[in-house]
């Protein structure tokens, strides 16, 4: 029997994962492991950290119901979500970035702003405009996605709202943690935007608002420069927004 | 405004978590943050993957209630429990091993089995006898956890019984991922044995039984050779066993 103590253990577990069929999930516990083990070693975790933990991530899974899920939002708040976009969505300069993840089935939905009219062109990295691609936009005036066709022109235009600046929810254990550790909570004034068109790479993003306060220390890391754009104040009181966005080829 | 990219992003987090004012919760964030990209980074995790780890950790706290403490049993399945031991429980060769952690408010309590009269002595490591030592025994005979004091020679006599080997729960995440990485499921058979004595530092661990078929799968990693004693059967089926616990001088 072989004697397990900490600088034994790490290599008992993944010995016994070795057996693991999915080559895939054997190759994320291996790396998942290893970086738990070494977190545990390099903080030197007291057994109280390590309780302190167990509950921390319970009470996250608890608070998860319906609109609010939890754990994505402290993957957010701890840059994971932003990373994972990045990995998985590489375009070549020019195209219009990605910047949130699809929205999980139940996540909390965008609440209503001001009116804002929608316009732009959807076309590809040569120029050329894209007709029949999908653009869909939360918050929709009236309602929680709005959906328009881009015309033959690539053209399309969309009754729209601006979802105002609001901290993440506070009463769970993700805004215990932002207090915790002085991090901000806000998310900037922004528009989510989802744009199909056969033949290319489906693009999730989300439009910001030039001189918003939060654009810098936005709590889920989702504005870059590229994304903020300048809304235009009607005189009706609602906003213009002309934003296009540049679609990549979808690999064959 | 700083560019988010897969290069920057890690830094952008450490950035913001430099200001959390208790100095051991920013050292811990720093070095999670940091693993838990990497770990991202290495596996390339794709949108998917992400996802289907959110809802296997909501799934986690969404599972423990009362005595089902699902996080629990993860850490002790990923090794991540006996690692924490291991390092917080250093003690000098000769001293009884710590193999557990101090149970958790609410943890499952262990199943009664055969009854078994637990006898021994508890001294230190010069061997002299160390009287007035609480031990306290789960499972006990008719009681979830049964205590005795030493005598004056450091001698006690328990009534307990033997938790017999069985399976961590199979129908939450945990019991899901066991089957998925065919990893053992089965713990072998044990008691839960704690000690204290003024002057000395508390033991938690575990006495496991000679010839059990599950020593070397134990599911959750807590067997060690000296840890494993015999279990003697008497003429009317009950167990008879002894076990002398070593404890090690508390730090002034």
């Known amino acids: 029997m072989r004697q397990l103590n900490q600088d034994t253990i790490t290599q008992a577990v993944l010995a016994r994962l070795a057996h693991t069929p999915d080559t895939r999930l ?9 970086h738990l083990h070494a977190f545990a070693r390099e903080t030197r975790l007291t057994e109280a950290e390590w309780r ?7 009470n996250t899974g608890q608070q998860s119901q319906g609109q609010r899920q939890e754990f994505a939002l402290l993957s957010d708040v701890l840059g994971l ?3 994972t976009v990045a990995m998985n969505n590489g375009k070549p300069a020019g195209c219009t970035e990605a910047a949130v993840l699809p929205a999980l089935p139940g996540l909390a939905s965008d609440q209503d702003g001001p009116a804002c009219q929608l316009r732009g062109q959807v076309r590809d990295l040569q120029g050329q405009a894209i007709g029949g691609a999908e653009i869909s936009v939360s918050p929709g005036r009236g309602a929680e996605w709005v959906h328009a066709l881009s015309g033959s022109q690539g053209e399309f235009s969309l009754d729209a709202a601006l979802a105002e600046a609001r901290a993440l929810p506070t009463d769970g254990p993700v805004g215990q943690f ?4 002085a991090c901000p909570a806000w998310r900037p004034a922004h528009v989510r935007v989802t744009v199909r ?10 439009i910001f608002a030039e001189g918003d306060p939060y654009l810098e220390g936005d ?12 809304w235009q104040a009607q005189a009706d009181g609602s906003l213009a927004l002309n934003y296009d966005f540049i679609l990549n080829k979808a690999m064959a």
């Open 26 to 34: 054997k190759e994320l516990m291996t790396s998942l492991v290893q």
């Open 52 to 58: 302190h933990g167990l509950e921390f991530l319970t």
């Open 81 to 83: 979500s932003t990373l």
């Open 178 to 181: 932002l207090a915790a550790t």
């Open 197 to 206: 068109a056969r033949g290319y790479e489906a693009l999730h993003t989300e």
């Open 219 to 230: 709590a889920a890391f989702g504005v870059r420069p590229a994304l903020v754009a300048y």
